[in-house]
């Protein structure tokens, strides 16, 4: 033990002989007697003594970082006190020591106080210290492939400065204005005076391999107010890129969060307040993930990607990307409606490529302004995913009048509670089309209500299909707007949903709505409200609507022309033709039954307001449901929930099983008119047929078969004939004769013959099933 008190207690003694005075002139600086800095000169301090002094015996920002550096990790604050709108050239650059803030200006100030200016290559500045903070400067170096500010350090700070222009406005190039290779480093902040703004540089910030960075409160792109144009009469240029998120070596960026939640009062006006970044005039994109940095993760809030600070002024560049996520994860607007964005212009909004990354857009608002009343498109696509799991919610998506809305080339997306070509007023803005999937398991709606999308505009289609398999389209309102108005003129959609084949890929196994409930309204269509043109098997179940000018379904291609008849070569499988028209019977107890499907089929019957004999062009309620019998005839029967009268039009849909697949496949029948069963309500005479139809002649391709047709009674019957191959009718096959063509070759062939006659129930009959040979 005395070997150790004897050095303390000599160590306590020689404290007690050090004068008073000396002690209080050598104490290490802090945060109640900051430096002040009182001359532009770049000269080195005298000696590190706690005094900021140099040989000339002023205190210069190089002598007051460098009595920070020998501090100890002390706090320290360095104030500059210096005449407005000077400028300190460096000679090399200068470091901020940990735990010190440089501000440069000594009272409250609308803008940057004084210009640190570099005549080097390399960054003029560097905040190298952990907790170290610079504000209220502007940065600028006379060499163009420099980088502004490096924050290097942990915990470091940047707010109220000015990179890429000096006080005065004067545009300095840079390659790169802020970069950051420190965790957790905070770029502006709501509560700041003035935003941060970072001009003329090729990068505006690069995050490079750091994690946890904030960006708030800054213009990128912008002059001080947030607009293009100029500051103090300086032209102020855009670059390439706002925000690069970048690997360094092995590190990837995690967590980079550009923009945070708006407060209510912010949210409520156009401008971009508070914590909100506004991004313009890059000719490349607004952030962008750069292609090494796979699996960086971003988050982007609150924040104006093309537009001025003010809301409404357009500030993208033809071509650009609002948002480049690469092969990152991206998840912009995360907290509400609070967290909107706003990406305006430029060629897309968001765009993912790769199979790496994956974004999720919620509650923002592509190709308007932040009011979502003025159109300002993007010219190819709204948002474009290449990566699995992308998902657009709760946005409003404007597109060019030649563009797509989303395209989802990636599997598993979903597509929930968007708006689709209409501005925030109801006012029509065109586009090609509002849907494009590609990839496949994705849901466009779901069976939730509150995530159905509302479509209108859409020239092309609301929703296409290409090629790909197991998507479900549900609950959707397409054609009819927010308010349920419809959407005519130029709100109306060129097509509904559109299923189709794309070069070797068929489209199987997708379902155009699902449970019942949870079908698609598809109204107003210019063209077919769902069209089903895929050699695949795909369904189309419980879907409603109205004033579509052509059919409800359509499953015989898009080309006008192409036959229905699931055998014909826009359509070879049988599985999309249409349902041979079924005799519907209403009896005095409201069964309602007929024929048509395969056993163990399910019939849905809906009304319709579409003529008799014809595919429906729009269906609305549905009124019963049934399974078909297991005994080959075809026969159902339905208990509606009110009682149809005769005379009362309905379309019937039969939904069967892949033979291949086991999964359900859908189609319509054509119109039919509700008749009174022999006997029942409205009938006069029973009409009574002699006999069965019969077949006549050689069922070999290149011959004819003919149907006789037995006398009917009473006199006066109208006969009609149906051709049909298996048991799908043949589209146009009416007469009493049918040519045989290679088509049919190995087909069984058959004719339904239909008796009717005024007040009395129709006679149906068919004909056996004859196969057709060589």
């Not at 914590?275 to 962008?288: E, F, K, L, Y």
């Not at 009048?401 to 598993?412: F, Y």
């Not at 999937?437 to 289609?461: H, K, L």
């Not at 006549?696 to 003919?706: E, F, N, P, T, Y």
Request: proline share 5%; with cysteine; hydrophobic share 40%.
């Amino acid at each position: 033990m005395p070997s150790v008190v004897r050095p303390f207690a000599l160590f306590v003694l020689t404290l007690l002989l050090v004068p008073l005075s000396a002690v209080v002139t050598a104490a290490p600086a802090s945060a109640d007697t900051p430096f002040t800095v009182n001359s532009s000169l770049d000269a080195p301090d005298a000696a590190l003594n706690g005094t900021c002094a140099t040989a000339g015996g002023v205190c210069t920002l190089r002598a007051a970082l460098q009595e920070a550096a020998s501090a100890g990790g002390t706090v320290v604050r360095i104030t500059i006190d210096l005449p407005a709108d000077t400028t300190i050239t460096l000679g090399n650059h200068v470091s901020i020591p940990p735990n010190t803030t440089v501000d440069g200006c000594a009272d409250d100030a609308s803008r940057p106080c004084v210009t640190l200016s570099g005549d080097f290559a390399g960054a003029p500045v560097r905040v190298s210290g952990q907790g170290a903070a610079l504000r209220n400067v502007a940065v600028v170096s006379s060499e163009s492939a420099s980088v502004g500010i490096a924050l290097s350090g942990a915990d470091t700070t940047l707010s109220q400065v000015w990179v890429g222009m000096t006080t005065l406005g004067v545009a300095h190039p840079l390659s790169i204005g802020v970069r950051v290779t420190g965790d957790r480093a905070s770029i502006g902040s709501e509560y700041d005076e003035f935003r941060t703004t970072i001009v003329n540089a090729a990068t505006g910030i690069e995050v490079s391999g750091a994690d946890y960075v904030a960006v708030n409160a800054t213009n990128l792109g912008l002059n001080a107010d947030g607009a293009p144009g100029q500051q103090n009469g300086h032209d102020v240029a855009g670059g390439q890129v706002g925000i690069l998120v970048a690997e360094n070596g092995a590190d990837v960026p995690q967590s980079v969060n550009i923009g945070n939640t708006l407060s209510a009062g912010q949210h409520a006006t156009p401008a971009c307040d508070g914590v909100c970044n506004a991004i313009g005039q890059m000719s490349q994109a607004g952030i962008r993930v750069a292609p090494g940095a796979v699996g960086a993760s971003v988050y982007v809030n609150g924040s104006y990607l093309g537009l001025a600070s003010d809301g409404t002024t357009p500030a993208a560049a033809p071509g650009a990307v609002g948002i480049d996520a690469g092969p990152g994860f991206v998840q912009a607007g995360t907290n509400g409606p609070a967290s909107r964005n706003v990406i305006a212009g430029g060629a897309y909004g968001v765009r993912q490529t790769g199979p790496e990354g994956s974004v999720s857009i919620q509650e923002t608002l592509i190709g308007t302004d932040a009011t979502g009343a003025i159109a300002l498109a993007p010219t190819v696509v709204g948002i474009a995913a290449d990566g699995d799991y992308a998902g657009v919610s709760s946005s409003r998506i404007v597109v060019a009048s030649d563009a797509t809305g989303v395209v989802l080339n990636g599997d598993e997306g979903t597509v929930t509670g968007n708006v689709f070509g209409l501005l925030a007023d109801g006012t029509a803005a065109p586009m090609a089309h509002a849907v494009r999937v590609v990839g496949d398991r994705s849901d466009i709606g779901s069976t939730v209500v509150e995530d159905r999308n509302v479509i209108c505009s859409a020239s092309g289609a609301a929703v296409v299909i290409a090629g790909g398999d197991r998507t479900t389209v549900s609950r959707n309102r397409i054609g009819v707007d927010e308010v349920g108005a419809a959407c005519t003129g130029q709100r109306a959609n060129g097509s509904g949903v559109v299923v189709k084949d794309v070069g070797g890929d068929v489209a199987t196994r997708n379902s155009i709505g699902s449970v019942l409930g949870s079908g698609n309204t598809v109204s107003n269509s210019l063209h077919n409200a769902i069209t089903i043109a895929s050699t695949g098997h795909n369904k189309a179940l419980h879907n409603t609507g109205s004033g579509n000018a052509g059919l409800m379904l359509d499953v015989g291609g898009l080309s006008a022309g192409k036959p229905d008849d699931g055998d014909g070569p826009g359509n070879p499988a049988e599985e999309n033709g249409n349902v041979s028209t079924p005799q519907v019977q209403v009896a005095r107890d409201a069964l309602v039954s007929g024929d048509g499907g395969g056993a163990g089929d399910y019939v849905y019957l809906y009304a319709t307001d579409s003529a008799a004999g014809t595919a429906p062009h729009g269906v609305g309620a549905l009124l019963g449901q049934s399974q078909v019998k297991g005994d080959g005839n075809g026969l159902w029967t339905i208990t509606p929930a009110a009682p149809i009268s005769p005379g009362t039009r309905v379309a019937v849909v039969s939904e069967s099983r892949s033979p291949d697949t086991g999964d359900a496949v859908s189609e319509f029948s054509t119109v039919v008119t509700v008749v009174a069963t022999p006997g029942g309500p409205g009938t006069t005479t029973p009409l009574t047929v002699a006999g069965s139809p019969t077949l006549k002649g050689r069922a070999r391709v290149g011959k004819r078969l003919k149907v006789v047709i037995p006398a009917s009674a009473p006199t006066g019957a109208v006969v009609s004939v149906q051709w049909l191959v298996g048991r799908r009718v043949i589209a146009g096959a009416t007469g009493p004769a049918l040519k045989l063509g290679g088509r049919h070759l190995g087909r069984k062939v058959s004719a339904r013959v239909t008796w009717t006659l005024p007040g009395s129930a129709p006679v149906v009959l068919t004909t056996a099933r004859i196969r057709v040979k060589r």
